[in-house]
């Protein structure tokens, strides 16, 4: 069943803009993680944040967790061309494997 | 190697054929999962193992698939009697030991079936 949704499902952005996707789960969550996808092939980590925490950072990225709302954003800032890639949430509940979502795509035009 | 390999990159095959697909993760991760992921979807889950065994199965959308894993390693994924559903781009992941920690993910195979 699907946990992770991704919002929105494609976002167009300027180089230098920031870009912000969301991520709404349903179920209880040991943590959730995001990863990027580059031209539809193996995903790369970018940042894991646990039930505990509320805002984390990492770079240009900056993940907030709001657990009462069951959901979690991801800004990125100062977009760069490179940044183009589909981005998923991930989400670990209880002793399940990670669910992801479907993704959003994010295009930085120069 | 330092990160998941997985061959082959790319598999074309015939309706009713049988494909086996290889995933050698990092070297000291004991967890490998495997994931399929149709074309513009997400990631569909279909096994994991921790060390050699499987206790989760339940995402093998078959039984024409299957999955083993031996020497806590190198692991195959094998799909009986191919389907033109079953094109897809079927990756692999590990991770140290927790099924929560982050996963390191493989390039990919993408299965296409004629």
């Known amino acids: 069943s699907q946990q992770g949704e991704e919002d929105p499902q494609a976002l167009s952005i300027q180089e230098g803009e920031n870009a912000t996707m969301n991520c709404s789960y349903k179920?209880?969550?040991?943590?959730l993680q995001w990863y990027r996808q580059n031209s539809g092939r193996g995903l790369v980590h970018l940042i894991l944040?646990?039930?505990?925490?509320r805002e984390k950072h990492s770079g240009r990225l900056r993940v907030t967790l709001d657990t009462s709302k069951k959901s979690s954003s991801l800004l990125i800032t100062a977009s760069r061309a490179a940044d183009t890639a589909s981005y998923f949430c991930a989400t670990a509940s209880g002793y399940s494997t990670l669910t992801f979502g479907k993704g959003t795509m994010l295009l930085v035009s120069p | 190697g330092a990160g998941v390999s997985q061959s082959p990159s790319n598999k074309v095959t015939e309706k009713g054929k049988d494909v086996e697909l290889r995933c050698d993760p990092i070297s000291g991760h004991t967890a490998l999962y495997w994931y399929r992921q149709s074309l513009g979807q997400g990631l569909e889950f279909l096994i994991y193992f921790q060390g050699n065994s499987a206790p989760d199965k339940s995402g093998l959308p078959s039984d024409r698939f299957s999955a083993e894993r031996t020497g806590g390693s190198v692991s195959t994924l094998t799909i009986q009697r191919t389907q033109q559903e079953d094109s897809a781009v079927y990756l692999c992941?590990?991770?140290?030991?927790?099924?929560?920690?982050?996963?390191?993910f493989g390039p990919g195979t993408r299965l296409t079936v004629l």
């Open positions: 992941a590990s991770s140290l030991a927790l099924k929560t920690d982050e996963q390191f």
């Open positions: 179920t209880s969550i040991n943590n």
């Open positions: 944040i646990r039930s505990n925490e």
